[in-house]
């Protein structure tokens, strides 16, 4: 055997040069991730133009300049010129090209960009409050900031928890750009940043993939780009129709659009305290129930439909059939045990936890106002579906308090919060898809069990499915489940009731806003300390982010070897 000492060399310097590629590859490219970042910046910047100009047009009446400090507008101003600012600083340290994997970098601006653009998109709010307390110290400012910052959060998120007391007394701009919030949160300003500018390199399809919701992410055009444009394209056409519907039941263009954002996006931001319920229009609720229907399914199934003339999307989906079965399921249950039994009892409603109980005349005025909802089929029907809808698809709209519900379906509507819409939905919660599969492959070991030669591959749409995507999906489950167990024991530790602090945690997680209890239907989180907030802000973004692109974008893994 010849020993050939010159390619021993080649090769072993051809050995160190792949090592140190590989490692090269494993460290985040902070460049490009600061240019990118600074670009969507960019855009938020433009966004915000539009609840501007609507806040503009309320003070109108006042001088110039006292004009542009009046603080229904000076947060929108300080927000824009920061977000430029802010935005070119980035794009100028930044640099266009990824070098690198790319996984890191896609999740890490979908990570970091998010939070960048709540902590912008929360300074019109933070100024508005800020001008509304009379002491301003360091303490008062910055739970200002954290109510501004959870609010916003709030509404990128798609969750619609609000701390706000009273929202009718809010100015339009600030109500307009909370509702904005959840439509640019829904379909992801990331994928419209990336329909505007495309060449985003080898990060795209990681940047994609970490907003898009649910397993995964289908192309329908070869470039994501259009991918991207077709969604929202679709997105915007089903909030157009929604919003003249809404204005054909009364609505002015104004209120339309703010609660068509809400149901798009499944969000359930309003302009009114009472909710959809403050319209008590039949109409009203069919039509914000079939468009919350639309916005829990998956997108590319409209686009098909619509453009594309293909019915096969819906005919052979086996998460759309599991979808619909759950819901009509849930609603069947509700509508039953409802109308033969009523509401709960007295003694539960009056047990049921608030952070300011209420007097015995305000109970017993609750307790017949719900009662009165379910008096006959028809009303029964109709506020029980848009309850079912509303918590399935996690837009957390409400028209009755299904608080006071008795408990085995205060459970149901629990349950349901946790599965969520389907995949590539605006909804929160795990999506139907993962909730099928976690089924499916539970049922398969228990036949394992009894036939332990049996060989059954999970199957979705009469396709078997790679062990390795189950393998991801019942492990995402599982993280999901743990981190929901663990942020549920410290929100206990925050909060005196458990029935409470589980649910704030479901409902934030699951990104829906109201929940059981303390933060139920009508109620809010404005009485949640400051510590529980921060920690349900990072609920918020685990849940509309999926815990893996979150957890990646801050593990330190990338910089160490695998």
Not at 15 to 31: A, D
Not at 252 to 257: G, I, K, P, T, V
Not at 408 to 437: D, E, Y
Request: overall charge positive; proline content about 3%; aromatic content about 12%.
């Amino acid at each position: 055997m010849k020993f050939n000492k010159n390619r021993c060399e080649f090769l072993s310097i051809s050995g160190v040069e792949k090592t140190l590629h590989s490692k090269r590859n494993l460290i985040l490219n902070q460049r490009f991730v600061f240019y990118t970042i600074g670009k969507l910046i960019i855009v938020l910047a433009f966004i915000l133009i539009i609840p501007t100009v609507i806040a503009l047009f309320e003070i109108r009446k006042f001088p110039l300049p006292q004009l542009l400090f009046h603080e229904k507008i000076f947060g929108f101003i300080i927000s824009i010129a920061l977000s430029l600012l802010f935005g070119g600083i980035l794009i100028a340290v930044g640099q266009k090209q990824v070098r690198g994997s790319g996984i890191r970098e896609g999740f890490a601006i979908v990570t970091f960009g998010w939070i960048t653009f709540t902590l912008l998109g929360s300074l019109p709010l933070f100024f508005y409050f800020l001008s509304e307390i009379e002491s301003k110290n360091l303490g008062q400012i910055f739970l200002c900031f954290i109510n501004a910052n959870f609010e916003v959060m709030s509404g990128f998120t798609t969750t619609g928890a609000t701390i706000l007391k009273d929202i009718e007394i809010l100015p339009k701009g600030i109500l307009f750009w909370r509702s904005l919030t959840h439509w640019l949160g829904g379909m992801g300003i990331v994928t419209l940043a990336m329909s505007i500018f495309p060449a985003y390199g080898v990060a795209a399809y990681q940047m994609f993939r970490g907003e898009v919701p649910g397993p995964t992410t289908e192309r329908l055009k070869p470039r994501l780009a259009q991918t991207a444009k077709i969604l929202w394209g679709v997105y915007a056409l089903l909030t157009l129709l929604e919003t003249v519907m809404l204005m054909a039941g009364g609505m002015s263009l104004y209120e339309a659009l703010c609660h068509a954002f809400g149901t798009m996006a499944t969000g359930g931001f309003s302009t009114r305290n009472g909710s959809i319920g403050s319209y008590n229009s039949s109409y009203i609720d069919a039509v914000v129930c079939v468009f919350m229907f639309f916005a829990g399914m998956n997108f590319i199934i409209h686009y098909n439909i619509m453009f594309a003339r293909n019915f096969d999307s819906i005919k052979k989906n086996s998460e759309f059939h599991f979808y619909t079965g759950v819901i009509i399921t849930a609603i069947l249950i509700g509508s039953i045990i409802l109308s033969i039994n009523g509401i709960g009892s007295r003694e539960q409603v009056d047990r049921s936890y608030r952070n300011i109980p209420l007097s015995e005349t305000e109970l017993l005025s609750k307790y017949e106002t719900e009662q009165n909802k379910f008096n006959n089929w028809h009303s029964t029907v109709r506020y029980t579906a848009f309850q079912v809808l509303s918590l399935t698809t996690t837009t957390g709209y409400t028209t009755a308090d299904f608080d006071v519900w008795p408990a085995f379906l205060r459970l149901m509507v629990v349950i349901l919060m946790f599965f969520g819409g389907c995949a590539g939905s605006t909804g929160g919660g795990i999506k139907m898809i993962r909730i099928l599969v976690v089924l499916k492959t539970i049922w398969r070991e228990i036949r394992t069990m009894i036939q332990p030669r049996l060989v059954s591959p999970i199957k979705i749409e009469g396709k078997a499915m790679e062990e390795k995507q189950v393998r991801n999906i019942v492990g995402f489950f599982t993280l999901y489940i743990l981190i929901f167990v663990f942020l549920s024991a410290v929100m206990s530790i925050l909060i005196p009731d458990v029935t409470t602090a589980v649910s704030t945690v479901v409902s934030t997680m699951c990104n829906i806003g109201p929940g059981l209890s303390g933060i139920g239907a009508t109620e809010n989180y404005a009485w949640i300390p400051l510590a529980g907030k921060c920690v349900l802000i990072l609920c918020m973004l685990l849940g509309r982010l999926e815990v893996y692109t979150v957890l990646i974008a801050l593990s330190p893994v990338w910089r160490k070897r695998l």
